[in-house]
C-alpha cells in the first residue's frame, strides 16, 4: 500500500501542523530564530511532495540562498560542501534550473507507511537544520566562512 496525499494530510492535522495546498505540493510554514527570506520574514515553508507512486516523500524547504545573488561562490561551495558531508537525513539541492539552494529530505516509502511521529521529526528536523546552517551559508555567500580566515576572498566572475 502507496502513501496518499490525503493520508499525508491528515498527518498534518494530527500533529496540530497547518498546511496549505500549494500548486499541488503541500505547504507548511515554520518560526525561525536566525532564517530570513528576502522580504526579512523569519518563516521558512517546507514543502512536502509525494511522487506518483506514493513511494518517495520528498521535504524541501523553500530557497535559503539566491545563487544568482552570490558574489562569493568560492567560500559559499566549499560551506556547503563542509556542511554537507555532516547531515545525514538531509542534503543541499539546487532549485530550479541550479538557481536556488534548498535543503531536503528524500524519504523512500517502501511499504506505504509512515507515522505521525516519524513525520514531524523530520519536518522539525529539517527545519532545524536550515535554521542553524543558513547564518554561516549567508556569511559563505557574504564574502567569507563564518569564522574563516582574515583573507579577503574574491568575487565570482570572469577575472577581468
Known amino acids: ?27 507548511t510554514l515554520w518560526q525561525c530564530e ?9 518563516a521558512l515553508a ?24 552570490v558574489r562569493f561562490v568560492g567560500p559559499l561551495a566549499a560551506t556547503v560542501l563542509e556542511l554537507g558531508s555532516t547531515r545525514v537525513a538531509s542534503r ?3 532549485e530550479p534550473e541550479g538557481s536556488q539552494l534548498a535543503l531536503r529530505i528524500d524519504l523512500p516509502l517502501l511499504d506505504g507507511t509512515l507515522g505521525r ?5 523530520l519536518l522539525e528536523e529539517l527545519v532545524s537544520a536550515a535554521d542553524s546552517l543558513y547564518p554561516t551559508l549567508r556569511a559563505a555567500a557574504d564574502g567569507g566562512r563564518a569564522g574563516g580566515g582574515t583573507k579577503e576572498p574574491e568575487p565570482a566572475g570572469d577575472g577581468g
Open 34 to 42: 536566525h532564517f530570513r527570506d528576502e522580504s526579512d520574514s523569519p
Open 117 to 121: 511521529e516519524q513525520l514531524l521529526f
Open 46 to 69: 517546507v514543502f512536502l511532495l509525494l511522487d506518483e507512486g506514493g513511494e518517495l516523500l520528498t521535504l524541501q524547504t523553500q530557497a535559503l540562498l539566491d545563487l544568482s545573488r
Open 92 to 94: 543541499f539541492v539546487r
Open 1 to 27: 500500500m502507496t502513501l496518499s496525499i490525503e493520508r499525508l494530510r491528515a498527518l498534518l492535522d494530527q500533529s496540530q501542523v497547518h498546511w496549505e495546498d500549494v500548486g499541488g505540493a503541500t505547504q
